[in-house]
């Protein structure tokens, strides 16, 4: 194995609960460090997001662009920079750090366009760097373990896949003084969706990682609730895939006493598959005369995100490699790669189109 790698990360300041969680998850990991950032348009936080983490003042940047022209030119240069932004600088950040020759996380989704997606593709495929995109959940053992089960058939043929993430935290206007709404709920800052962009790319993304199947067209209604908000807080969205099997994806934020409720089953010919968040190291499965089948990881930390830990450690495990001569691509690659988040940026896009034109079905 080659020497510890290291990072930087564009956002995720001090104050900040998205750069706490992934520090804290690739600390967890233990395999890279943090070395250089730019964790906020104002300097001073940056400067005393850095002194909390232990790091030189030299490394830490006024903005983005400065920090991917004096990394890239370091003998000791950033393996990879983590983009814990708002979603409308998503692209700009990756394109810029892909541009200079290091590999880039980024939070889902990867942009607000599909076509901004397909350029990073492009970029990150044509200079040979990785790029990630962190759909956490998928991270957790058991997830392996269901897909693994739907894999080898032990459902049957799936016929029908229903999964649900509901919140409440948007029930109530809060916009007015809670900075994550403001951007959320901001066309100019989240780009053209609320709901289906923040949890349903992670629907999505469950969906195609659990079951491989790939969608034919979809069915999506974006209802906003919230008085005077400009993007929905609340989204159905029906799916045929190719296979001949359905969905049905709900996902809402304006869910009245709901925190974080994210749940998916699969119905087979043979079985059936569940799993929620709320009990995240826990598989159940249904089989005929009620007998019922327990999975369970028990080697889950306290306290750990562990499906984030996952996340960093899968990826930070391919990039060593890399780094040690193997062959390793964004195609073949054990994370959820930018495959997986121009997949997701389509699936948002088709939505929106569906919702607009009346809730028509739109091929995929």
């Known amino acids: 194995m080659s020497k510890k790698i290291t990072y930087g990360m564009v956002g995720g300041s001090i104050d900040s609960m998205i750069g706490e969680a992934h520090r804290n998850a690739i600390l967890s990991d233990g395999r890279a460090s943090i070395v250089s950032g730019c964790f906020s348009r104002d300097y001073k936080k940056t400067l005393k997001t850095g002194k909390k983490w232990d790091i030189k003042k030299d490394r830490l940047y006024e903005n983005y662009l400065e920090m991917a022209e004096e990394e890239s030119k370091k003998k000791n240069k950033i393996d990879f920079v983590v983009i814990a932004t708002p979603n409308v600088s998503h692209y700009e950040i990756a394109k810029t ?3 200079k020759g290091i590999n880039v996380v980024c939070d889902k989704p990867l942009t607000t366009t599909v076509k901004e997606a397909q350029e990073l593709k492009q970029l990150a495929d044509d200079n040979d760097l990785l790029l990630c995109v962190t759909y956490s959940y998928v991270g957790y053992p058991v997830i392996s373990l269901a897909r693994n089960k739907i894999e080898k058939g032990e459902l049957g043929e799936i016929r ?3 999964v649900q993430y509901i919140q409440g935290w948007l029930a109530k ?3 007015d003084e809670n900075k994550q709404a403001q951007w959320r709920l901001d066309p100019n800052q989240s780009g053209l969706a609320n709901t289906t962009a923040d949890i349903g ?8 990682y659990l079951t491989r199947k790939e969608i034919d067209n979809l069915c999506a209604r974006l209802d906003t609730f ?3 908000r400009k993007l929905e807080d609340n989204s159905t969205v029906m799916v045929n895939f ?10 809402s934020q304006i869910a009245v006493g709901e925190n974080n409720n994210f749940s998916v089953c699969v119905y087979g010919s043979e079985g059936t598959l569940k799993w929620n968040f709320n009990q995240a190291n826990k598989l159940t499965i249904l089989y005929e005369d009620h007998k019922e ?6 080697d889950e930390i306290p ?4 499906g984030f830990k996952n996340t960093y450690s899968t990826f930070i495990t391919d990039l060593i490699n890399k780094k040690n001569g193997e062959i390793i691509t964004n195609d073949n690659a054990h994370f959820q790669s930018v495959n997986a988040g121009l997949r997701g940026m389509r699936f948002i896009e088709k939505c929106v189109e569906s919702s607009k034109n009346g809730s028509v079905w739109v091929k995929f």
Do not use: A, P, R, Y
Not at 201 to 207: A, L, P, T, Y
Not at 293 to 298: A, R, T
């Open 303 to 306: 306290g750990t995100n562990i």
């Open 97 to 99: 750090f892909l541009e």
């Open 226 to 228: 919230g008085e005077s």
């Open 160 to 162: 029908f896949i229903n």
């Open 242 to 251: 190719k296979d001949k099997s359905k969905g049905l994806l709900f996902m």
């Open 293 to 298: 089948e327990i999975v369970q990881n028990v």
């Open 201 to 208: 790319s992670h629907v999505e993304n469950m969906v195609s």
């Open 173 to 175: 206007k809060i916009e």
